[in-house]
């Protein structure tokens, strides 16, 4: 298993709420990457941290944001949910901006009712 | 953006016999190319990877093959076992935006014993 972690594992939120999802990178590592995987679907990225200055933005308005901190871990911030973002929410860790392995956490699975 | 499509969706095999899963790419800067596999309820795992200076890398029962005029590339399984059953994802990144991945859409494996 991988030094990357998640909290909470699940969640389950009402629509219009907020959430917060926090990823521990593994050690050493400074670059962390969040993907929302729906149900039977592969990951689809939704921006990249590096060194605390958000490097890359996938697909997803502005109501996802996120964070990265002087250690490298990272939040991710979820504003007026919709049913549709119901998903497992992964985090990945990675060294730097090379051809580098990014090691996956084991993801917040999020229900929003 | 990148759009990364991958087939089949499902693919049941025997014992022994080989598994092959195919992606294909649409942004031809895209140089890195990673596999993963996701067991139920675990986090994707890589497996294999390929940059775009290489045509073929094998590691033991796995390999994969890149096309980069046709803009496509393939895992192959050989000598599949019943723990080779799993969800496979095949992903595209370019370094120069520091490897944020893009994914297919994924295949389930089933190994029949």
């Known amino acids: 298993e991988t030094g990357v972690t998640q909290s909470p594992t699940h969640l389950i939120k009402t629509r219009g709420q907020q959430v917060t999802l926090r990823c521990s990178s593994q050690?050493?590592?400074?670059?962390v990457s969040w993907y929302q995987q729906a149900l039977g679907q592969g990951p689809q990225f939704i921006f990249q941290y590096y060194r605390e200055e958000e490097n890359g933005r996938g697909n997803f308005p502005p109501r996802f944001s996120g964070l990265q901190f002087p250690n490298y871990s990272s939040e991710l911030n979820v504003n007026a949910l919709e049913l549709d973002d119901s998903a497992l929410y992964l985090c990945?860790?990675?060294?730097?901006?090379?051809?580098?392995?990014?090691?996956f956490g084991p993801g917040t699975r999020l229900t929003v009712t | 953006g990148e759009n990364v499509e991958q087939h089949p969706s499902t693919l049941s095999v025997q014992e022994g016999d080989s598994a092959v899963i195919k992606c294909t790419y649409s942004d031809s800067a895209s140089n890195y190319f990673p596999w993963y596999k996701q067991e139920l309820g675990k986090r994707p795992q890589l497996i294999i990877d390929i940059r775009s200076n290489v045509g073929e890398k094998k590691d033991q029962r796995i390999a994969v093959t890149l096309n980069k005029t046709a803009k496509h590339f393939s895992l192959h399984i050989t000598e599949t076992q019943p723990e080779d059953s799993a969800v496979y994802f095949c992903a595209a990144s370019k370094r120069i935006t520091g490897n944020q991945f893009y994914f297919g859409t994924g295949t389930s494996l089933t190994v029949i014993p």
């Open positions: 050690s050493g590592h400074n670059t």
């Open positions: 990945a860790s990675s060294i730097g901006q090379g051809y580098h392995e990014q090691y």
